[in-house]
């Protein structure tokens, strides 16, 4: 049963425009929520994270959103550029202990120039 | 070197045998973590170091994995017996301290293991 879902796997963007990536989790007790990003034969890169104290986390082109209500979050990119193109993991933990992330399944973003 | 080094990349087995996988994490952090993606899923979490120590083990998925951390710093990842569910991209993370969003993990490469 995945506490963590990314339904969508894989989004296709042209360059120039937003990409909006969602993320829905089961847990009511989840307090903390990152993104990575990860390139193929490398291992994921921390890209942002937003707690749930907050609403809306942004870090240049990088926006987080989260509603905790519907217990949903979701990474908008703008505006995006090819070499976004990668799988995006989004993680959420309780505790804000990083063993206790859960991670979702990912998805894979393509950004056509 | 800068960053978390994993060896080998890529590791093709045959059933039964047992392999050995190797972390060497940020020169630094305390927090060194284990975990596996399989195909089409998501980061499944296996084990957690601190310093030499292993508080949780419990995503070990069965008995014939172990894993030892030495010195505070290199990590070894070991599967006896493999068996084909194993075959999946190994990943070792390191962080500065526990938390995650404060000090977020930092992955290698990873390891490809594939059993035939």
């Known amino acids: 049963d995945q506490q963590v879902k990314q339904n969508s796997p894989s989004l296709s963007v042209q360059e120039g425009r937003i990409s909006i990536l969602n993320c829905d989790y089961t847990n009511s007790m989840f307090d903390y929520f990152l993104w990575y990003k990860k390139y193929p034969a490398e291992g994921p890169t921390f890209l942002i994270s937003?707690?749930?104290?907050?609403d809306k986390n942004e870090d240049g082109r990088f926006t987080v959103f989260l509603n905790k209500s519907a217990k949903h979050l979701s990474l908008h990119i703008v505006p995006s550029q090819p070499g976004d193109s990668a799988v995006y993991f989004c993680a959420a933990s309780g505790d804000n202990y990083g063993q206790n992330f859960v991670f979702g399944p990912g998805t894979r973003l393509s950004v056509l120039p | 070197g800068a960053g978390v080094s994993q060896s080998p990349s890529n590791k093709v087995t045959e059933k039964g045998k047992d392999v050995e996988l190797r972390c060497d994490p940020i020169s630094g952090h305390t927090a060194l973590y284990w975990y596996r993606q399989s195909l089409g899923q998501g980061l499944e979490f296996l084990i957690y170091?601190?310093?030499?120590?292993?508080?949780?083990k419990s995503g070990l998925p069965s008995d014939r994995f172990s894993a030892e951390r030495t010195g505070g710093s290199v990590s070894t990842l070991t599967i006896q017996r493999t068996q084909q569910e194993d075959s999946a991209v190994y990943l070792c993370?390191?962080?500065?301290?526990?938390?995650?969003?404060?000090?977020?993990?930092?992955f290698g490469n990873g390891t490809r293991l594939t059993v035939t």
């Open positions: 170091f601190q310093g030499n120590s292993a508080p949780d």
């Open positions: 937003i707690s749930s104290i907050k």
């Open positions: 993370a390191s962080s500065l301290a526990q938390t995650g969003s404060n000090s977020p993990l930092h």
